[in-house]
T-cell receptor
Framework: AQSVAQPEDQVNVAEGNPLTVKCTYS??????LFWYVQYPNRGLQFLLK??????LVKGSYGFEAEFNKSQTSFHLKKPSALVSDSALYFC??????????????FGGGTRVLVKP | DVKVTQSSRYLVKRTGEKVFLECVQD?????MFWYRQDPGLGLRLIYF???????EKGDIPEGYSVSREKKERFSLILESASTNQTSMYLC?????????????FGPGTRLTVT
């Protein structure tokens, strides 16, 4: 079975400060990892993914995430947060083994509030 | 750009009604998914389909069924709606390719069952 934990329900940060949203995962095979963002009254938008290769992945809107296999983590980061980054963020994992199918398992979500 | 559309943004139904939620994608994706989103629980997979007429149960299939008669369309059916099915329903699609694994989501349907 695969699972994702986002330990913080909400993260508050001042505009211009660094933003980190935490994610840890559990999967039997090697992980494929994803971050999605949901702005108010909108569907989920893909931000970035880790499949293989460089542990530091860069994505949309200046976000990046670092895959850490030993800590089974995939934290999302942005060096300087904007008020417009206020949204709901979801981490997701998929088992890389084809036999495991195409199922994504999502975390519970972390609400980010960036204050001016 | 991939476009995933859902038939309704908001829906209000009564307990016991049969409810159809429709999802259409325009990028010839093999895989389609139905999730429900509830506060604090994230997205939970209800059903998914990897080909026409093929379907597999997700994590919470009870009370739901699906239909995929055409590649671009994936329908979620609530045979007899109940109040605990009040939720946001999200449809997604993806290619069946090792290099193109991202799922693309529709805007969601907020269903209220009274």
């Amino acid at each position: 079975a695969q699972s994702v934990a986002q330990p913080e329900d909400q993260v508050n940060v001042a505009e211009g400060n660094p933003l980190t949203v935490k994610c840890t995962y559990s999967v039997s095979g090697n992980p494929y990892l994803f971050w999605y963002v949901q702005y108010p009254n909108r569907g989920l938008q893909f931000l970035l993914k880790y499949i293989t290769g460089d542990n530091l992945v860069k994505g949309s809107y200046g976000f990046e995430a670092e895959f850490n296999k030993s800590q089974t983590s995939f934290h999302l980061k942005k060096p300087s947060a904007l008020v417009s980054d206020s949204a709901l963020y979801f981490c997701a994992v998929r088992d890389s083994r084809k036999a495991a199918g195409n199922k994504l398992t999502f975390g519970g979500g972390t609400r980010v509030l960036v204050k001016p | 750009d991939v476009k995933v559309t859902q038939s309704s943004r908001y829906l209000v139904k009564r307990t016991g009604e049969k409810v159809f939620l429709e999802c259409v994608q325009d990028m010839d994706h093999e895989n389609m998914f139905w999730y429900r989103q509830d506060p604090g629980l994230g997205l939970r997979l209800i059903y998914f389909s990897y080909d026409v007429k093929m379907k597999e149960k997700g994590d919470i299939p009870e009370g739901y069924s699906v239909s995929r008669e055409k590649k671009e369309r994936f329908s979620l059916i609530l045979e007899s709606a109940s109040t605990n099915q009040t939720s946001m329903y999200l449809c997604a699609s993806s290619l069946d390719s090792q290099n193109r694994l991202s799922q693309y989501f529709g805007p969601g349907t907020r269903l209220t069952v009274t």
